[in-house]
Structures are given as structure tokens and as C-alpha cells.
């Protein structure tokens, strides 16, 4: 059964920092994402790592300040995130693909898999 668990949200000042982390379970994956979604607002891309090379791609609004990895064994993926905005306020999603070929890792259709989701509040 596949699982992708977050946490690590939760309230932080502007300013601040916060570390998600994103444990899977249940399956290989070969793209990793986080999107997040504010109150009523479509949910968005904000970054997202190929396990092969580690490529790395981040929405314009996080560039920067946010940094995506992943650990040796592949399992936990982690969203760090620093110089937090009141804006980036919202529910965070772990995404995962399996998709061989090339995917657009922007796209939340690419993801098979999604998280419940962790909140994160950034108060001014």
C-alpha cells in the first residue's frame, strides 16, 4: 500500500523557517513534488526533485528561499523552507509519480500519489 506521510508544518513568524519532510512507503518513485494550496485558492506547484541526478525544479514565488531534497535511501523527501512570507501561508502537499519518461514535474497531473497534507502558518 503506498503512503506519503508529511509533517513538519505548523506556525512560524515571518521571517522564520520551517522543515517539512514527506516519508513514502509502498512503492519506488521517480518524481517528488510539494504543492500547497491557501484558502480559497487553486492549489499550486512549489517544487518538486528527480530522484535520477537530483534535478531540482521551484515555482518563481519560492526560488530562493526554499530547498528541496531527499535522503540517500530514497524514502523521505524534505521541503526547507526559510525567510518565510505571510503569503506562503497554506496547506502543503507531498506528491509522487512513478512515470519512467520524461513528466513535468509542474503539473499535478503528473502525480499519482498525494499526502494528506500539513498546514503551515506564517503570521506578520
Known amino acids: 500500500q503506498v503512503q506519503l506521510v508529511e509533517s513538519g508544518g505548523g506556525l512560524v513568524q515571518a521571517g522564520g523557517s520551517l522543515r517539512l519532510s514527506c516519508a513514502a512507503s509502498?512503492?519506488?518513485?521517480?518524481?517528488y513534488g510539494w504543492f500547497r494550496q491557501a484558502p480559497g485558492k487553486a492549489r499550486e506547484f512549489v517544487a518538486a526533485?528527480?530522484?535520477?541526478?537530483?534535478?531540482?525544479t521551484y515555482a518563481d514565488s519560492v526560488k530562493g528561499r526554499f530547498t528541496i531534497s531527499r535522503d540517500n535511501a530514497k524514502t523521505t523527501m524534505y521541503l526547507q523552507m526559510n525567510s518565510l512570507k505571510p503569503e506562503d501561508t497554506a496547506v502543503y502537499y507531498c506528491?509522487?509519480?512513478?512515470?519512467?519518461?520524461?513528466?513535468?514535474?509542474?503539473?499535478?497531473?503528473?502525480?499519482?500519489?498525494w499526502g494528506q497534507g500539513t498546514q503551515v502558518t506564517v503570521s506578520s
Open positions: 506528491a509522487a509519480d512513478r512515470s519512467v519518461g520524461y513528466t513535468d514535474p509542474r503539473a499535478q497531473e503528473t502525480y499519482e500519489y
Open positions: 526533485i528527480r530522484w535520477s541526478g537530483d534535478r531540482t
Open positions: 509502498g512503492r519506488t518513485f521517480t518524481t
